[in-house]
């Protein structure tokens, strides 16, 4: 599955990008007036091949959720069965993700692909399947009631502190977990995924994704979490450093990197941008975790950039690290620190207003207004 996914990713259609440059010239607007919306139409028309490209709607949000061995090595103040209950608050509607899903009208589905402890809830979805196509019934965009998919691949990782997180094969079954759901939710009639996230001590996965594929420092790429005091971040900082120099990731064998120290949400996200990539849908991108592991998919297949919408910048210095490695320009920066998928639904109504534009602004011609 991740061999012909990655071979169906192509470069973005230059002649989509250049009618869609030539269209903003004759739109009502002086020249450049909008700024980076104008270069997001155009990047997302070279995605779909086609100007203007579909508008990006409606919005599915996929949060991956799995637990990390390195919980032990205590990078988080937080108690590891805060995932399972977190789920169960997505689950019931009451998250910040859940608010923000509403007001975007977007769907939200929540992946159990390696969670610790035992759910608060029972799965509306079953898919026990993990090297094979899904058996779970056909995903529904609806946008009140959120869905449980459950494709645990093993119940969290390793501490990568110690040993590998996760062995080649795991590594692999949570990256076509993740294409699987891409295709799902587009089967389904999504016009962009975005991604999201939960478990207690994955940024320090992270951090290790982003220093083993941009080269920065540990320090660069590791940022306090969910607000860790200073002698936990200088541990934390140092437990990244130390995984760095146990295991020397190869950023050329992503899926090595990610067996090494990766998260099984972050693998799963890796899948989710290669699905999306290889359907020519846009993937708009959250926070640290969704950027460490949008790193892994480059590194699989560096034409899956072209779906990839940078949603917001994270507070977390790793991910303009990740940002600056991918070149991707976020669309907002407020701060945020709380994954989900929160940064990624604030955006959504940017990204969909970009593509809007090509669709229903008149030409000085059809408007009869006068150009310079």
């Known amino acids: 599955m991740l061999e012909t996914t990655i071979a169906a990713i192509r470069p973005a259609d230059e002649a989509a990008m ?39 709607e409606p919005g599915a949000v996929a949060i991956f959720a799995g637990d990390h061995g390195v919980h032990a090595q205590g990078v988080s103040p937080w108690p590891q069965e805060v995932t399972a209950q977190m789920i169960g608050n997505f689950l019931a509607g009451g998250a910040v993700v859940n608010a923000f899903a509403r007001q975007a009208g977007a769907s939200v589905t929540v992946v159990d692909v390696g969670v610790a402890t035992p759910l608060p809830t029972e799965p509306a979805v079953l898919d026990p399947a993990v090297d094979a196509p899904a058996v779970a019934a056909p995903a529904v965009l609806d946008p009140v009631v959120p869905r449980l998919v459950v494709a645990s691949v093993r119940r969290g990782t390793r ?14 079954a949570a990256v076509q977990t993740g294409i699987r759901i891409a295709d799902e939710l587009i089967d389904a009639g999504a016009g962009i995924l975005l991604t999201g996230d939960m478990g207690i001590g994955n940024t320090t996965p992270a951090a290790a994704l982003i220093a083993a594929f941009t080269g920065v420092d540990a320090l660069d790429a590791t940022g306090r979490g969910t607000g860790v005091d200073d002698p936990t971040y200088a541990h934390k900082v140092a437990v990244v450093r130390a995984a760095l120099a146990r295991h020397t990731p190869d950023p050329a064998d992503p899926l090595g990197v990610l067996a090494a120290v990766g998260g099984l949400e972050h693998a799963a996200l890796a899948g989710l941008i290669l699905g999306a990539a290889a359907r020519r849908t846009p993937v708009l991108l959250d926070g640290v975790i969704a950027v460490s592991a949008a790193l892994a998919a480059a590194a699989f297949a560096p034409d899956a950039i072209c779906a990839m919408v940078a949603g917001h910048r994270s507070a977390e210095p790793g991910a303009t690290a990740a940002l600056r490695h991918l070149g991707l320009d976020p669309l907002i920066d407020l701060g945020l620190r709380l994954g989900e998928g929160t940064g990624a639904l604030l955006a959504l109504p940017v990204v969909t207003g970009a593509v809007r534009v090509l669709h229903e602004v008149a030409t000085f011609d059809s408007a009869g207004v006068a150009e310079k």
């Not at 502190?161 to 692999?172: F, I, K």
């Open 18 to 56: 250049a009618a869609a440059r030539e269209l903003h010239g004759r739109l009502t607007k002086p020249a450049g007036s909008l700024g980076a919306l104008e270069e997001l139409s155009v990047r997302l028309a070279g995605l779909a091949g086609a100007c203007p490209p579909p508008l990006p």
């Open 159 to 172: 501490d990568l502190a110690v040993t590998a997180a996760l062995t080649r094969d795991e590594a692999l």
